[in-house]
């Protein structure tokens, strides 16, 4: 047994059950045994590989779009161009270096900032970035930065950030709660707590008894930041997660452990908890901030910003070996067996002016 699931055992133990979403939370972001707090996840020697450590493809192609996006505001400066959840900072290094090729008064003039709450992953991003010639700042929240024009993005951000999880019980639906089995395990139950049907997805009128439906008020509450932000200064966002298009019922909550599948409640704070990302409900979000919200597949996006020509370019002097692993990292990134359909991408723009 792990020494998160002893605390959390105990803390049941003591007060009842819990809700999904502090579960999560402590399996995630405990100070002392979280996840993300005690280990670094990323790569072929953690538990998941995200896209920037892929193909350096994937952090060009990203860049040019937050350029392209700073060029239709105006080329505004000051800015600043932001990441949120970082990473080991991959992506910013991919990043600073298309955007000091791409317009030196840019990577001169603007401001770049790491939204990251892990000090572990603070100090792993430190040394990624270590010689960057780049005007670079961390925050603990997008609260601190600058009051300027904002372009960010996050990738693989909000399925990281806690659901809550109800059940259909009898004539309604119950908050989904962890607690102990006879045996003290931990064990699914259905809670007390109920919600109002207005705040379910489309479709739960007519779930089945047992089917399992999610909110998520905090990835709400975190995009509505944001969106406040780039309303009010001005800017962009790029938000990059797996998850869907279209809003429904179903348990997405799961757990990655050396890169494969295990039990959510097996290892509490040694496997990461994630949860698809119900992209319909952060575009309502966006939108109610009167913004523009476009959502397309990874794939879309990333063939429509030139990774095919990219990748041409990268492999025209390599050798076979190189030009196969360039290919495969185009497959592996748009392919529609693999992130290209999974992952999908919101982009936040400012509403088109009519008239």
């Not at 060009?60 to 990473?87: D, H, K, M, N, S």
């Not at 930065?145 to 019980?169: C, K, M, S, T």
């Not at 952060?282 to 429509?304: I, K, P």
Request: aromatic residues 6%; contains cysteine.
């Amino acid at each position: 047994m792990t020494r998160l699931k002893d605390r959390i055992v105990d803390l049941i133990g003591a007060v009842g059950p819990i809700p999904v979403s502090e579960y999560m939370a402590l399996c995630l972001f405990d100070p002392k045994d979280g996840y993300y707090t005690t280990r670094e996840p990323f790569g072929p020697a953690g538990d998941f590989v995200t896209a920037p450590e892929i193909s350096q493809m994937f952090g060009e192609l990203v860049a040019v779009w937050l350029y392209q996006a700073w060029q239709g505001a105006g080329r505004p400066l000051p800015a600043t161009f932001a990441e949120i959840g970082p990473g080991r900072g991959t992506l910013m290094k991919d990043m600073l270096r298309t955007w000091s090729r791409l317009d030196p008064v840019l990577a001169a003039g603007a401001s770049f900032a790491m939204i990251e709450t892990s000090p572990r992953l603070i100090e792993i991003q430190k040394a990624t970035l270590a010689n960057q010639n780049a005007a670079l700042s961390w925050h603990r929240t997008i609260d601190t930065l600058p009051h300027q024009p904002l372009l960010i993005v996050g990738n693989e951000l909000f399925d990281a950030v806690p659901i809550r999880q109800f059940v259909h019980v009898g004539a309604g639906w119950r908050e989904r709660m962890v607690g102990l089995d006879d045996a003290d395990n931990l064990h699914f139950f259905a809670g007390a707590g109920s919600v109002d049907p207005a705040l379910l997805p489309s479709g739960a009128a007519d779930a089945p008894q047992g089917a399992i439906a999610e909110v998520a008020p905090a990835r709400a509450a975190l995009m509505s930041a944001i969106a406040e932000r780039i309303a009010g200064r001005g800017g962009a966002g790029l938000f990059i997660d797996y998850g869907h298009l279209e809003p429904g019922i179903g348990d997405t909550l799961q757990a990655l452990r050396r890169h494969d599948h295990e039990d959510v409640l097996a290892n509490p704070g040694e496997a990461d908890l994630t949860a698809h990302v119900d992209f319909a409900a952060l575009a309502a979000t966006v939108r109610a901030h009167g913004l523009d919200a476009e959502l397309t597949t990874q794939g879309e996006f990333l063939l429509g910003m030139g990774l095919l020509e990219r990748a041409g370019s990268l492999g025209a002097d390599a050798d076979d070996g190189a030009r196969q692993a360039i290919s495969d990292a185009v497959e592996r990134l748009a392919g529609s067996d693999a992130m290209g359909e999974l992952f999908k991408v919101m982009k936040v723009l400012p509403a088109a002016k009519t008239g």
